[in-house]
């Protein structure tokens, strides 16, 4: 059980645009930044967005994210196949002396 | 180049210890956070702890304490995870992820290979 809520899986076609969600609570989300993960099978995860919706050098302008109160969105516009990879959300958790959680990971297929 | 490199895949009889070391390259190593993240078969991201290699003050996940220690070298620009009492559950993949970069104190921007430590008997 993740301490960040996300879906376990999402879809769309090429050309679309999707969106992930991330839940969480105000010790996590609701007080520090969130940042998406993109992970390939076999593969280490790759950095994809930090403080809520910056993009790291490199990163495709076709991801975004988004942050409100205790919940989060990563947006991906303009799908394309090799989209296709599972997503994390992080945020560090201020209880328990401080923590990084994760979402359970959500599952991007391109039909 | 930025870059993290970590030791070979482990197999360990339960009960037992192991320890995975990240060598860090291309950067200051003492500016940045060292954290540890686990990866079961088929399961999502588990924090572990991270490493201030410059304070060597270490900060364990609540859940792993007392089971994980991690360490490091400044004269080899390594960290080393150690856990020990290993049990099944613990078969995964460990990762090494740089933190405190100009992207945020939280942001793992880069990121070792990956060490599969498999528990069984």
């Known amino acids: 059980q993740s301490v960040l809520t996300q879906p376990p899986s999402a879809s769309g076609t090429p050309g679309q645009r999707v969106t992930i969600s991330c839940s969480g609570s105000?010790?996590?989300?609701?007080?520090?930044?969130v940042e998406w993960y993109q992970q390939f099978p076999g593969t280490a995860p790759k950095l994809l967005i930090y403080?809520?919706?910056q993009r790291p050098s490199g990163v495709s302008d076709r991801f975004s994210g988004s942050k409100s109160g205790t919940s989060a969105s990563l947006a991906i516009s303009g799908l394309q196949s090799d989209d296709e990879a599972d997503y994390y959300c992080?945020?560090?958790?201020?209880?328990?002396?401080?923590?990084?959680?994760f979402g359970g990971g959500t599952t991007l297929t391109v039909l | 180049q930025e870059q993290l490199v970590q030791s070979g895949a482990e197999v360990k009889k339960p009960g037992a210890s192991v320890r995975v070391s990240c060598e860090a390259s291309?950067?200051?190593?003492?500016?940045?956070?060292m954290h540890w993240v686990r990866q079961a078969p088929g399961q999502g991201l588990e924090w572990m702890g991270t490493?201030?290699?410059?304070?060597?003050?270490?900060s364990p996940a609540q859940k792993m304490q007392g089971r994980v220690t991690v360490t490091r070298d400044t004269s080899t620009r390594t960290v080393y995870m150690e856990l020990n009492s290993l049990r099944s559950e613990d078969t995964a993949v460990y990762y090494c992820?740089?933190?405190?970069?100009?992207?945020?104190?939280?942001?793992?921007?880069?990121w070792g290979q990956g060490t599969r430590v498999t528990v069984s008997s």
């Open positions: 992080a945020s560090w958790d201020d209880s328990l002396s401080g923590h990084v959680v």
């Open positions: 105000s010790s996590n989300i609701g007080s520090n930044t």
């Open positions: 403080s809520n919706n």
């Open positions: 291309g950067y200051t190593f003492t500016t940045y956070s």
């Open positions: 490493i201030n290699p410059n304070t060597v003050r270490t």
């Open positions: 992820a740089r933190g405190g970069s100009r992207y945020g104190a939280d942001a793992l921007d880069i």
